[in-house]
């Protein structure tokens, strides 16, 4: 092909290849329904209706995430003139039937079905995730047809890249990789620096455990994560950018290096985008097992081919980053809002959510709940919307102890606090925080303090060992938590801990060191009881005690 | 030096074809000392793991000390400098997998197979891995059993899964191929 596509047309012949089918079925085909063999049901379903279907009148379209997770694999079957219908839990038997009766056939199959009227979908809004469940994630005509690649093409033909910027600005966008700095004015800082060479990176390093948005949204929608990149690339001078994912998420690695090809041969991206003397290309860099690069400094580091060590700002990405050269740093859920925006403008999104947190955000529900998975909702909606409508309440009818949020830098929100709308600021009020969106319910069997040595082990085995307060303290801080959860501390242990939080999170020198004692003070503020019926009183220690602190530490290798 | 494996006739001089796809990516990536963790993953996904003959290989082909290939070789947990067992077994321990009893499942495998985390057995036929957060939390707790994802799983059907795993290949004879495994996490 010599020039760049026409969106206009390749949209309108994809919309027109679709309304010809008279049904079509969606298999999600992300990470968690494949690994509950959502990719063979996908293929049964294909082989049947491709026998049966002479007409070629009803399609099969692989997906990306549907969002409820726990009751893959999910397949969807709509047609003209019908409510569409949500299988849940699809095994061989039912996709067979699925195949013959309700795509060749017209019944639907007596099987398991969710109602799509569940407050799990419907109290959903979805922005960065709205195609999700409804585009083949692999074909950039599905994402041209449903809107894709247009705000692009509006920017670079019309629009100044001030005027992108200030877009931006006015919706009110702050990052989504937790710490809520506002977007519009972090694009202003790399517009307004002077190189020869600016970097534009997407940090794709979802290293949170319990946290899935980021990679969700590279395998649903691989081409709104670019068409945000390259917005952000023409709205600041970026040129080149890099895309850096974890190496645990090979799915999104591959529908991304194939989403670039694509978008390079229809000249969305690469030396002339859509023809415009703009200049933007893109790398997938591949993480190699590292939580801490998920820190800027840090990441630059790796995607230099180094290890993965953090180093002090200022000077911030902005002034010196990859190579020396002025770098900006944004989360993948970030970059994949922006589109929307200037497609809808910024007062569009500015009504969305609350006054200081604008928009929507993506959660990763997990833990005790009935209805785990993905969502989408508005900023400001309360917690127990989340966990009692959304999530269903807890199985088994046990009691909601505390939610977890921003996982290892995070805290537990207690049930007291279940009305609390969550937002930046109400989370940073109660001791935790939005984090990338990772969202752990637990219940009453969970212990607290097991909890946070959990999350402190995590952050043991995760310091990069640069600054002492992190390399050492971590491993006193769990050493302490170790002896308080085996039964064999005592008050002075929990002195101890809560001093050495204290220093830790002062003198650490990036975040994951200054967030490491966040676990503990959360659940020492909301269950310090827990932590004193597990302690050994003064009095009934004989100090030569041998009780052995039984403990083993996976992840404790490499 | 450790003796270098030979197979016979190749078109590397090495005589190990293996060297000659971790040249192809060598190639492809320019030589480019930036490039060194994705050819690190290249040389894991061909040689299963990064044997010091590899690293020195990779440090000389990209002109950089052996300090800085080791040094970022060993930071990244998914390097592994030891070649794997016949079978995995990778146990997630994130937190919603944590919630819901990986911990007993990782010290039951430990038990079973007197090996802990990151080590393989004696006979070289099993390795026990955990992993931070397979992002399948849905399904939590998730076991990956030789490259396979598997949901909702527990104490005694984890031990049932990896035993009729380990049984199979001792009725066929042969040893099953872990070497897929490996190629799923690490691209080539």
């Not at chain 1, 994630?137 to 690649?149: K, Q, S, W």
């Not at chain 1, 700095?181 to 319990?210: C, F, I, M």
């Not at chain 1, 959304?390 to 929100?413: H, N, R, V």
């Not at chain 1, 050994?536 to 009780?547: I, K, L, R, W």
């Amino acid at each position: 092909m010599a020039g760049p596509i026409d969106l206009y047309d390749v949209a309108n012949a994809e919309r027109d290849a679709q309304a010809h089918y008279r049904r079509r079925a969606f298999v999600c085909t992300s990470t968690g329904c494949n690994s509950a063999g959502a990719g063979a049901i996908k293929q049964a379903l294909a082989d049947v209706v491709t026998e049966a279907d002479k007409t070629g009148s009803v399609q099969v379209v692989p997906t990306g995430c549907f969002g409820l997770c726990s009751r893959g694999p999910l397949v969807r079957v709509e047609a003209r003139g019908e409510e569409p219908v949500l299988y849940e839990h699809v095994d061989d038997e039912v996709a067979d039937a699925i195949a013959n009766e309700h795509l060749v056939g017209a019944s639907r199959v007596d099987a398991e079905v969710v109602s799509l009227d569940l407050p799990f979908f419907t109290r959903q809004e979805r922005v960065v995730l709205s195609n999700a469940g409804v585009i083949d994630p692999d074909r950039i005509e599905d994402y041209v047809a449903h809107g894709g690649y247009r705000a692009l093409q509006a920017a670079v033909e019309t629009m100044t890249p001030e005027g992108v910027v200030k877009v931006i600005a006015r919706s009110g966008l702050r990052g989504r990789g937790g710490a809520g700095y506002p977007t519009g004015r972090k694009w202003d800082h790399l517009a307004s620096a002077v190189a020869e060479q600016k970097y534009l990176v997407a940090n794709g390093d979802e290293g949170d455990p319990g946290a899935y948005m980021d990679r969700t949204i590279m395998e649903t929608d691989p081409h709104r994560v670019l068409e945000g990149m390259a917005l952000a690339g023409y709205a600041t001078g970026a040129s080149q950018a890099y895309i850096y994912v974890r190496a645990e998420y090979p799915l999104a690695i591959e529908r991304l290096e194939r989403a670039i090809r694509e978008a390079k041969r229809a000249k969305l991206l690469g030396r002339s985008v859509l023809g415009s003397d703009f200049r933007f290309d893109v790398e997938v860099r591949i993480g190699a097992g590292a939580f801490v690069c998920g820190e800027e400094t840090a990441l630059m580091a790796s995607i230099q081919g180094e290890r993965g060590t953090p180093t002090l700002r200022p000077p911030y990405p902005t002034e010196k980053g990859l190579w020396g050269q002025p770098t900006m740093i944004q989360n993948v859920e970030t970059l994949a809002n922006v589109p929307m925006i200037l497609e809808r403008g910024a007062e569009w999104f500015a009504a969305l959510g609350t006054p200081d947190s604008k928009g929507t955000k993506v959660f990763a529900l997990t833990g005790s709940l009935e209805n785990t998975g993905l969502i989408e909702v508005p900023m400001g909606i309360s917690l127990r919307e989340i966990v009692e409508e959304m999530g269903g309440g807890i199985p088994g009818g046990k009691a909601f102890k505390a939610a977890q949020s921003g996982g290892p830098s995070g805290g537990c929100i207690p049930a007291q606090y279940l009305d609390t709308p969550v937002d930046y600021e109400h989370l940073q009020k109660l001791g935790s925080m939005m984090g990338s969106g990772g969202l752990v319910v637990m219940d009453e069997t969970t212990s607290m303090p097991d909890i946070a040595r959990f999350y402190m082990e995590f952050c043991r085995d995760e310091s990069c060992g640069k600054c002492i307060p992190c390399r050492a303290g971590t491993v006193k801080m769990h050493a302490f938590l170790d002896r308080i959860c085996e039964g064999v501390g005592r008050e002075r242990d929990l002195q101890h801990l809560e001093s050495l939080c204290h220093t830790v999170r002062a003198t650490s020198m990036c975040g994951l060191g200054q967030s490491a004692p966040n676990p503990v003070f959360s659940t020492l503020e909301h269950f310090r009881e827990e932590y004193l019926e597990l302690l050994v009183p003064d009095e009934t220690f004989n100090g030569s005690s041998a009780v052995s602190a039984a403990t083993t530490t996976p992840g404790g290798a490499a | 030096m450790a003796e270098r494996t030979n197979n016979g006739a190749s078109s590397h001089p090495s005589g190990d074809e293996r060297f000659g796809v971790l040249d192809k990516a060598l190639k492809r990536t320019r030589y480019s000392q930036d490039q060194l963790i994705e050819i690190l993953h290249v040389a894991q996904g061909v040689f299963g793991y990064l044997s010091e003959d590899v690293l020195v290989y990779v440090g000389r082909e990209l002109k950089l000390p052996l300090s800085r290939v080791f040094g970022v070789a060993t930071f990244y947990h998914l390097f592994t400098f030891e070649a794997p067992g016949d079978h995995s077994a990778t146990v997630c321990t994130g937190t919603a997998c944590f919630v819901k009893g990986a911990d007993d499942i990782v010290q039951a495998l430990a038990r079973r197979f007197g090996v802990a985390s990151g080590e393989t057995t004696d006979d070289r036929r099993f390795t026990l891995k955990t992993a931070r957060c397979l992002g399948s939390c849905g399904l939590a707790p998730v076991v990956v059993l030789d490259g396979a994802v598997r949901g909702h799983l527990d104490v005694d059907g984890t031990l049932a899964e990896v035993e009729t795993a380990m049984a199979a290949d001792e009725a066929d004879g042969g040893d099953a191929a872990t070497s897929e495994d490996v190629a799923e996490e690490v691209r080539v």
